[in-house]
């Protein structure tokens, strides 16, 4: 098992977080692969080890995120379609809104049965239930105020035969702001959102250089919003900390965007992935 890295004061990320955040960052739709000692002397800087950082490369390679390419001595890495296709998805909900200004008041609800000798499927399905912003209500009740379609993703778990979809409105006495508060820890979600803020407004930005930083910061935003479904505003409490948490992830993710991209191209050394 590999450790997660916490620097003072900071939120524990796991290596993996980091790197998916460094190929998401620098290695993403630009077609190129980069060197393994590079990648090691990136994590080095975050506190990873060499060890540490080479077991999870391994792991992510076996699990079809990366792809190894060899010049001549030299190793070097490039994503796999599966993980281009993952980081893409990372991309989206970095790139995203923290609150939902469009909703039309209706909800998406799924429900699913699946025998017990399926255990795995199950908790497979609710972590991607989880990533596409889905919350659980009742026993195999898990509902969404997003329309979008996660028919793709079922179907990759060979799930859409077990599952159903509905669309539908809050109806009499029901209160979609109660379905929000039972379907969703919205109080754990806005402390990880204060917590983010405060650390990044106070000390994080010293600790490491400008791609360190980046890399970081990027990390640990995308562990807070895989757990944010992306509410409307109507269904959140007032003053909703994730905006300004936001805020504050975009200023310093453009501010040091430069001079990381000066010291990525120094420290990664790439070649042309075919």
Request: no cysteine.
């Amino acid at each position: 098992m590999v450790a997660a890295v916490a620097p003072s004061g900071g939120a524990a990320v796991r290596p993996e977080a980091l790197l998916l955040t460094l190929f998401g960052d620098y290695v993403l739709d630009r077609g190129i692969a980069v060197s393994t000692g590079g990648v090691i002397a990136v994590l080095g800087r975050l506190g990873v080890s060499e060890r540490a950082t080479r077991a999870t490369l391994s792991r992510m390679s076996r699990r079809g995120l990366l792809r190894t390419i060899r010049q001549g001595r030299q190793a070097f890495l490039g994503l796999a379609a599966h993980g281009a296709a993952v980081l893409r998805d990372g991309q989206r909900k970095l790139d995203g809104d923290i609150v939902e200004r469009h909703w039309d008041g209706r909800w998406t609800l799924l429900t699913f049965s699946l025998p017990e000798s399926r255990r795995a499927d199950r908790h497979a399905l609710r972590t991607r239930l989880g990533w596409f912003g889905f919350g659980p209500l009742r026993s195999g009740l898990w509902v969404s105020p997003s329309a979008e379609d996660i028919s793709v993703a079922l179907a990759e778990l060979d799930l859409l035969a077990h599952t159903e979809v509905f669309r539908a409105e809050a109806f009499m006495w029901t209160d979609p702001a109660r379905i929000a508060r039972e379907a969703w820890d919205l109080p754990e979600i806005a402390a990880g959102y204060d917590r983010f803020r405060r650390r990044w407004t106070d000390t994080a930005a010293e600790e490491f250089d400008e791609l360190a930083r980046r890399v970081r910061l990027g990390a640990e935003w995308l562990l807070l919003i895989r757990r944010d479904p992306v509410l409307p505003a109507a269904l959140l409490p007032a003053d909703w900390p994730g905006v300004r948490a936001a805020a504050v992830f975009r200023t310093l993710r453009q501010q040091w965007a430069g001079p990381a991209d000066s010291l990525a191209r120094a420290i990664l050394t790439a070649v042309v992935d075919e």
